[in-house]
């Protein structure tokens, strides 16, 4: 049971996009439309931002929108603002009644 | 809303068991459709899913940890716990409870952090 595979870092100037990648396997990522992805500010418990690959909470702005191809997962942040600098974590269902998540991505706006 | 808080000491000598609860607020542990979950995360690392119960009892743990682990629930109190026994310095971190569907953990504890040490 492997995490699955996030970029280190990611950046970009208010306003523009930011797309964050995570990779798995056809056994987790791609099997299931089970993806989420987290958001933690330093010194807080993370919070869901996306769920089942493209379902967003309620409260959760529409600038942040999942998607996934195959075994790849990604989330993108449209509209970047200052509160979006964050780590940012995946997680997806593997298939074994267990969960992975990503290794994590650090945004920062520039 | 669902608010959680876990709870449990602080600091636990190596090859003990570490104990946490999670309080439940907001709603009733045994109703709904909820898993309540265990993760955690080391110093300056990333979350590691420990494992999770539903409100039937029944269990899932993550492999590794799997012959170390339980978890319970307690629906009279409202509480579930993570019970990690024989633990070593590579335990230390902060752990979460958190609850949600099948997929997520939607409700989210501040966290808690363990240090074991002697």
């Known amino acids: 049971q492997s995490a699955l595979t996030q970029p280190p870092s990611a950046s970009g100037s208010p306003g523009q996009s930011v797309t964050i990648s995570c990779t798995g396997t056809?056994?987790?990522?791609?099997?299931?439309?089970?993806v989420s992805w987290y958001q933690q500010h330093p010194g807080k418990a993370p919070k869901l931002m996306i769920y089942?690959?493209?379902q967003r909470p309620s409260g959760v702005p529409d600038r942040f929108s999942g998607s996934k191809s195959g075994n790849t997962a990604s989330l993108t942040v449209s509209g970047l603002q200052a509160e979006d600098e964050a780590d940012y974590y995946c997680?997806?269902?593997?298939?074994?009644?267990?969960?992975?998540f990503g290794s994590g991505t650090k945004v920062t706006v520039l | 809303q669902v608010q959680l808080q876990e709870s449990g000491p602080g600091l636990v000598k190596p090859s003990q068991t570490l104990s946490l609860t999670c309080t439940v607020s907001?709603?009733?542990?045994?109703?709904?459709?909820?898993?309540w979950s265990w993760i955690r995360q080391p110093a300056g690392k990333g979350l590691e899913w420990i494992g999770r119960?539903?409100?039937?009892?029944?269990?899932d743990y993550t492999p590794s940890l799997k012959s170390r682990v339980t978890i319970s629930i307690d629906t009279s109190k409202n509480q579930f716990s993570l019970k990690l026994s024989s633990v070593t310095a590579a335990d230390t971190a902060v752990y979460y409870c958190?609850?949600?569907?099948?997929?997520?953990?939607?409700?989210w504890g501040q966290g808690t952090l363990v240090t074991v040490s002697s």
């Open positions: 119960i539903y409100t039937s009892g029944s269990t």
């Open positions: 997680s997806s269902y593997d298939g074994s009644n267990n969960f992975v």
């Open positions: 056809s056994s987790d990522v791609g099997g299931y439309n089970l």
């Open positions: 958190a609850s949600g569907y099948s997929g997520y953990a939607k409700y």
């Open positions: 089942e690959v493209t």
């Open positions: 907001g709603d009733s542990i045994s109703s709904g459709s909820y898993y």
